[in-house]
């Protein structure tokens, strides 16, 4: 689920972070600029592990700050296709299951990978597993386990700003740059409770 990742980059230090350790003040910086961010392809970084190599400092004209080129290792949110995670239901709807990890909220099971026979409930407003005559309800804030079926990585574009006449996308109609696909087709999968 989580892993260590090398990183490399040039970190600006402004001037008055020059009291403080040089070692302190890098690692400040990079969680500053890292910590709770998505990188493409690497994952949702959750913060600096240690620093493996630390340049000299170089000043450019007209800043007061100093650059320093580092190589640094940070925890990284990641899990690998077939791991099982467990976190809590959010959200019902026709055409899935929203997960939250809580530190991680973009987890959506799809009613393909859900167990063969679900369906959803409008009254309930949950997903209702029919085991062999037993109803068994996948409510909002359960705890449920899943497997990771698949990552899925977007490139999103910064938002500009508004121009006259552009509407502007719902919150739901966001894509997220990060995102989990997860299944619950297996036994030991699906609310918490039931397993107990």
Known sequence: ??????????????????????????????????????????GLIISVWDLIKVDDGLLKPGDGATFIKCEVRVVVFRPFVGEILTGWIEKCTPEGIKVNMEFFADIFIPKALLFQGSEFSLNDNAWIWDADGTKLYLDINEKIRFRVEEEIFVNVKPKGPNIEGEEEKDEEEKQPSYAILGSCQTDGMGCVSWWD
């Open 1 to 42: 689920m989580f892993v260590l990742s090398r990183l490399s980059d040039l970190i600006r230090i402004p001037p008055d972070q020059f009291n403080r350790k040089a070692t302190k003040a890098i690692i400040s910086e990079l969680n500053k600029k890292y910590a709770n961010k998505v990188v493409n392809n690497l």
